[in-house]
Nanobody, 123 residues
Framework: QVQLVESGGGLVQAGGSLRLSCAAS????????IGWFRQAPGKEREFVLG????????YYSTFAKGRFSISRDNAKNTVYLQMNSLKPEDTAAYYC????????????????WGQGTQVTVSS
């Protein structure tokens, strides 16, 4: 079991940056594949990016590639989503999720979820 808590969301102007945190309690992140997802009002939850540290692979959605990145601090058992060059269309609630095994873009494949953190990008 792992519990996830996101933080770091907020209001930012277009072109700005935010770093979201996903703190885990329970098992270490190294045992899991981590995915970041987002959900805007009235829309389905969509895959942002995912990282398998055991396989050393990161998959990016088209909109995230070149702007978003993932990292972790093992000492803090925390994963980060760095978001640069933010656009108004990036406005959404952002969620981190964990699973065993490979990276999938389907949120139903993930076993553990945080509560989400809101990101609002103003134009």
């Amino acid at each position: 079991q792992v519990q996830l808590v996101e933080s770091g969301g907020g209001l930012v102007q277009a072109g700005g940056s935010l770093r979201l945190s996903c703190a885990a309690s329970g098992r270490a992140f190294s045992n899991y594949t981590i995915g970041w997802f987002r959900q805007a009002p009235g829309k389905e939850r969509e895959f942002v990016l995912g990282r398998s540290w055991s396989a050393d692979i990161t998959y990016y959605s088209t909109f995230a590639k070149g702007r978003f990145s993932i990292s972790r601090d093992n000492a803090k058992n925390t994963v980060y989503l760095q978001m640069n060059s933010l656009k108004p269309e990036d406005t959404a609630a952002y969620y981190c999720a964990a699973k065993s095994g490979g990276i999938y873009g389907n949120p139903r494949m993930y076993d553990y979820w945080g509560q989400g953190t809101q990101v609002t990008v103003s134009s």
